[in-house]
T-cell receptor, first 114, second 112 residues
């Protein structure tokens, strides 16, 4: 069964550094998402992406964050200048066209900011 | 705003016991409802879904019914197994982008 893949599984970065989290969505999916889960807290929506542009973003997704689909297969989340509070598990998800279709998630990238 | 409320965990059961994990929601529109499961060290996997009132989603012996009158989507299983030990997330999707709004998750621990 096709799946969403995320790399790396664990990223350790110094505060203030840029980090890029990578995702390869399922190939025929058209909608892409990033979520994060701070340890012990609920999974939170960050951003959705469709037709090569952001379709919705949350309050968390400020100017430090950006997303890109550079080559038709990868979907990346960049944090420009990381803060301690960015430490979390980041999940990528994708889904096909159509209402009520479920999102399929990757295994996540654990981001640790030192 | 839209939100999901789940019962606090952990839920601790013996094998073959009956499971209920409560989930209620608040939504301005007409959401779709989902249960996702997260096994240790893994990502979120869709367990089941329901897209309209009175729909019953089911998978792997788990069931949940979309109850509009009580705004609930409780997860049930008649006989749990040790392998069901995981964290279960109730979620709803709304709006044009279908973003998911999650509950806090409920950890289930099943002992032999």
């Amino acid at each position: 069964e096709p799946e969403v893949t995320q790399t790396p599984s664990h990223q350790v970065t110094q505060m203030g550094q840029e980090v890029i989290l990578r995702c390869v969505p399922i190939s025929n999916h058209l909608y892409f998402y990033w979520y994060r889960q701070i340890l012990g807290q609920k999974v939170e929506f960050l951003v959705s992406f469709y037709n090569n542009e952001i379709s919705e973003k949350s309050e968390i997704f400020d100017d430090q964050f950006s997303v890109e689909r550079p080559d038709g297969s990868n979907f990346t989340l960049k944090i420009r200048s990381t803060k301690l509070e960015d430490s979390a598990m980041y999940f990528c998800a994708s889904k096909i066209q159509g209402m009520h279709q479920p999102q399929h998630f990757g295994d996540g990238t654990r981001l640790s900011i030192l | 705003g839209d939100s999901v409320t789940q019962m606090e965990g952990p839920v601790t059961l013996s094998e073959e016991a009956f499971l209920t994990i409560n989930c209620t929601y608040t939504a301005t529109g007409y959401p779709s409802l989902f249960w996702y499961v997260q096994y240790p060290g893994e990502g979120l996997q869709l367990l089941l879904k329901a897209t309209k009132a009175d729909d019953k989603g089911s998978n792997k012996g788990f069931e949940a019914t979309y109850r509009k009158e009580t705004t609930s989507f409780h997860l049930e299983k008649g006989s749990v197994q040790v392998s069901d030990s995981a964290v279960y997330f109730c979620a709803l999707s709304v709006g044009n982008t279908d973003k998911l709004i999650f509950g806090t998750g409920t950890r289930l621990q099943v002992f032999p």
